[in-house]
Structures are given as C-alpha cells and as structure tokens.
C-alpha cells in the first residue's frame, strides 16, 4: 500500500458504441499532488475521472486508488474520493446547506458531524449568507462552491475536479484556484481535468495532455513549455500576398517555421519580446508592415498543434 | 479546517449494518424528494388537475352514456380514477430519476459511499407519499360529485392499501423506464402510451365486456383492472377477496421482476 500512488491508472480502454474515449491510457498520481489532465473536449478527461471515482467501468485495464481497484472495491474507493465537475451536481431545489447536509448522511456522517461540517464548509466557502436560499438561485460561481464543498463533505484523501472552472468568470476563477491551493497544502491529492492550460500551468504539479484517449505527452509544465516554445507570436499581414512574403523573410530570419491561414501568421519562440522584435526588423527591411502583431502564452491548440503532429510546420522549435 | 486523515465515514460491517445503512440512505433520499415536491408545487398541482378532470368528464360528459348494470356510474368510476392517479403517479418517479440523471445529481450520488438501492427506493418511496396525498385528495373529490362507500371504513382502508401498493409497485415499473433513457421528456413520451394501454383497456372506466374478444384477454387479466376490481368491490361490496389477492400478487410479482431490473439499471447507467 506504501508504494501505491494516489491514483494509478494502467492501459484504461472504455468504449462507447463505436467511440474510444478511453484508448489505453496510462497516468499516475503522487500523493499529495496535483496532476493536471489536459485535453479539448472528448479527449477522454471526463471518462477518465468517471471511472475512477466509479461511476462508469472500465472495458480494460486497471484504475486504482490509494493503492484501491475501482472495479474490485469500489466502496472502499467511494470512501476515498470526493468529485466536483463542470455540471456542479447539487441539487438546486435544496438549499445550499440542505445538500451539503444530505451528502454528510450519505457518507455517513453522524448526524451532528453532518450539521457542523456543512456549517464549516459553507463558512469556508463564502457561503453562509446563502446558505438557506435554493441553490438554483445562486450563481455560476456559487454553485461550483457548493459542488466543490459536496465533494469535501467527507474529508476525502483524493479529490477529482472535472472541468471546475469551465464557463466561469475571471474573478470565480481565481477564487476557485485559491481553494485548490488551499486543499492541496492541507494534503489533498487533486486529480484536475481542463481545457485551459494557464488553468493546468497555475495549479497542477505534472499535467498530462490527453487526445482521443490516448496519452500524448506528460511532464511538468517547463517540460512541455519547452516543446513548444514558451511564447506564439501572431501577426496580421495586409494580405494574404503579403504573408506568403513575409512568411519567407522570417524562416530566412531563422524564427523557425511559421504556420498560420490566410493572412495570418504565427511562429513560437522561446523568449517572444526578443523574437518580435528580430521579426519586426526582418519585415521592416524587406517593407512589410505587420497590421497587428501580438504576443502570447501558448494556447492548447499550441500545445496540441506542437504535441499531436510532430514534425510539422510548429511543432518543434529548433 | 484540514481535509487531510482518514475519511471520517467508516465500511460498514455485517450484512446487518448494510441493511441498516440502505434503509438510511433511502430515508435521506425520501426527505430530500419530499422537500423537492413541497418546493416544486407545480407538480402537484398538475398531478391533481388531471385527475380531476377526469373525474368531471366522465360523472358529466360520458357517464350519461355508460351503462353499468348494478352500479351507480359514479361508485364504479371512482374506484377507477383512484388507480388511474396512482399510475400516472408512477409515470413521475420516471420523470424525476430521468431529472436527476440529466442534471448529473445521480453521479454526484453514484460516486459516494452510499447504497446502491437508496436512490431507487428514495424516489420510489417520496412518490408513495405523494400517491396518498393525491388520493385522499380525490377520495374528497369523489365524495363531493356523489360517490359513497357501500361497506365499511375498514374495507374502504384496505382498498387504499391495496391501490397504494399496487402504485408503489408501478413506480418501479417506470423508475427503469426513467433510468433507460436520458432525460425526463423522454421518459414521459416512452411511459404514456404503456400507462395509457394499461389505464384504459382494462374495467377502470367502462366494463370489458363490451371490448372486441380480442381484446378482452388482456383486458381482464392485467393489473389495473385487478386493482380497480378490489377496490370496487371493497368499497362497493360483493365478492373482494379473490380481486384483492390478484392485485396483490400483481403487486409482488411487479416488484420481484422491476425491482431487480431497475437496481440492475441503476448501477449499470453509464452516462459518456
């Protein structure tokens, strides 16, 4: 049991009708850390989680947690887990108290502990003033919280969040960041799914970038920053004439390859104010002019445009 | 405030503490679908309106043109309409499991250390209750547009108790139906025509002596028409008990074959 990782998980296979969301994948998770699970939708992420905090099961392979099999046990695992996702899964005709409280029995709180740690979680929450309204009146934000604090009822060891900031705003975002942090430096083993990599960059130690079901690179984010170049810089030419030239005069530059549509432009560069600026005075010397030009931290599609097609245009900087 | 240390829930040991814990899962989830309803009045409302329009319709409209030898039309109707109320009832267990599967309450639920039946049961139970609601309430009803008990409060309660088991019976029926499909418009559109085939081709509301012979074999030996023949004749008198133990094996022989099927359902449901 010792050795076991939080979460490991060997050659999973899960198959809907003709769809492969699973397709052997493998991961583990350290104890006490967090594994960012990163993917665009249908990658798997969600399968993933499902099967693990047993929802679903596995076609093949093995899933286990603290050192527990899913499918063997999946009491003992359910006693272990708690899970908040996208769908914010409480119930909106309770209160926000009334759910947590009704999660408390569930996991088998005596009924006092049930009481005072639904008290606890809405006051760590920021959720006492609400907590005797119906959660469907609560917003986006509000109610990923109280999902979040459904899952924490029973002070589970690991905790899967699936999605737990999708569709919502900057400010619900960081203050649902700020919780992840606050549950991983009490010990907490987080198992986070995302689309966002600045999400995954913030609060995961390791991530590992899934497509199709399949595993298609793990590491810590300089790991794989460093595949991809830390920055993308994207320029707007006046027309699609003007691209193809300019195209031309920065892979001469020596910026690397550089991909992009139309009129469009786009190149990777590991330091990007130092790389704009050798790009800006290639073109200026040659009389192109960039109609806008900008920089920024990679996006998923960077890192699976880099990850999933290797050995073309941008996937790998010199 | 640490969320670290053991799980504060511990595995329950013995068969004996299982069942304790089923039984408290089920009565958690009762209370929270008993809250659910009281909040959500609408639904009750739509569950008594369309009883009663029936009742209206057929004292008014069509009973002047049904002819039942031996009865007031109004005594062998509400029998009928009391089983007609609790299996459209059991339409809504159905509806509601079918609700929190597509909010993704149900996954919430199925990732905790909970029974596997509590959900099922929860649901099942709360619509118990509102069956009893409902009845009473059309039993009042009934009273109001002329119908009158024949025998005497003891028999009258037995029928009651005869029609509830039966409608709990039913819920399961549609507590599978309701897990089979993924969301709750469609758990109405493939519960209707069933609860409508067996509501009306059978003697809730007209004898089936008058239906094509074809149809009479099915007609006279299905559940609802076994129910409504115990309650008629425990509220109206004659020979009760043979239609009672019918309803009642109907009763157990529903929830020996839909119980295991939906629990089967429930823990098989895999939503992508």
Redesign the interface.
């Known amino acids: 049991m010792s050795e076991a990782g939080a979460v490991e998980v060997r050659a999973l296979v899960k198959t809907?009708g003709t769809?492969r969301?699973l397709d052997g994948v493998d991961f583990r998770v350290e104890r006490g850390t967090v594994l960012g699970l990163l993917g665009p939708n249908g990658a798997g992420k969600?399968?993933a989680v499902?099967v693990l905090?047993?929802?679903?099961?596995p076609d093949a392979g093995e899933a286990r947690v603290l050192g527990v099999d899913v499918v063997g046990d999946p009491?003992?695992v359910?006693?272990?887990?708690?899970?908040a996702?996208q769908?914010?899964?409480?119930?909106?005709?309770?209160t926000g108290r009334?759910n947590l409280r009704?999660?408390g029995?569930?996991?088998?709180?005596p009924r006092r502990?049930a009481v005072a740690?639904a008290d606890?979680l809405l006051e760590?929450f920021g959720l006492t003033d609400a907590a005797d309204r119906?959660a469907r009146t609560y917003s986006g934000g509000m109610r990923r919280r109280l999902d979040l604090a459904?899952a924490?009822v029973?002070?589970?060891?690991v905790v899967f969040l699936d999605e737990p900031t999708t569709g919502l705003d900057p400010s619900s975002r960081n203050d649902l960041w700020d919780t992840v942090r606050d549950?991983v430096r009490?010990?907490?083993t987080v198992l986070l799914t995302t689309q966002y990599l600045e999400e995954a960059d913030q609060l995961a130690d390791r991530i590992v970038v899934i497509d199709h079901g399949r595993v298609v690179a793990e590491g810590t984010q300089a790991e794989l920053k460093s595949r991809i170049g830390t920055t993308v810089i994207e320029l707007r030419m006046a027309d699609v004439a003007c691209a193809g030239g300019a195209r031309e005069v920065l892979e001469a530059a020596g910026l690397g390859p550089v991909t992009g549509e139309g009129d469009a432009l786009r190149l990777s560069a590991p330091d990007g104010g130092r790389a704009l600026l050798q790009a800006m005075r290639a073109l200026d010397a040659r009389g192109l002019e960039p109609a806008s030009a900008a920089v920024h931290e990679p996006s998923l599609d960077d890192v699976f445009l880099a990850l999933t097609t290797p050995g073309e245009p941008g996937a790998v900087p010199a | 405030m640490t969320t670290l240390g053991p799980p504060d829930s511990s595995a329950p040991r013995g068969a004996a503490s299982r069942v304790a814990w089923a039984f408290r899962d089920g009565m958690a989830m009762t209370g929270r679908n008993l809250i659910t309803l009281r909040r959500t009045p609408q639904l009750l409302v739509f569950a008594t309106i369309q009883p009663l329009l029936f009742v209206l319709m057929f004292r008014y409209v069509f009973g002047g043109s049904i002819q039942v030898p031996g009865f007031d039309y109004v005594n062998y109707l509400m029998p009928g309409i009391f089983a007609q109320v609790v299996a459209f009832g059991a339409v809504q267990t159905g509806v509601g499991l079918a609700e929190d599967q597509r909010t993704g309450f149900i996954q919430r639920l199925r990732s905790l250390p909970m029974s596997r039946s509590a959900v099922l049961a929860g649901r099942t139970t709360a619509d118990l209750a509102r069956n009893l609601f409902v009845v009473a309430l059309m039993v009042g009803v009934g009273f109001a547009v002329g119908f009158s008990v024949q025998t005497n409060a003891a028999k009258f309660g037995l029928a009651l108790v005869v029609l509830l088991a039966f409608g709990f019976a039913f819920s399961w029926v549609f507590a599978f139906i309701g897990l089979s499909v993924p969301n709750a418009e469609s758990a109405q559109a493939a519960s209707f025509p069933i609860i409508l085939v067996m509501v009306f081709v059978s003697s809730a509301f007209v004898l089936t002596e008058n239906m094509p012979s074809w149809l009479q074999p099915f007609a006279e030996h299905q559940p609802v028409t076994a129910t409504v023949g115990a309650v008629r004749a425990l509220s109206q008198g004659g020979p009760w008990v043979a239609d009672t133990l019918a309803s009642l094996a109907w009763t157990a022989a529903i929830l020996a074959v839909f119980v295991p099927l939906a629990v089967w359902r429930y823990r098989r449901s895999q939503t992508g």
């Open positions: 809907f769809v969301a969600t399968t499902h905090a047993t929802i679903i099961t009491d003992a359910r006693r272990s887990i708690g899970l996702g769908y914010a899964a409480v119930d909106g005709t309770l009334e009704l999660v029995r569930l996991t088998h709180l502990a740690r606890e760590r119906m459904a924490l029973h002070r589970p060891p549950l009490d010990g907490t």
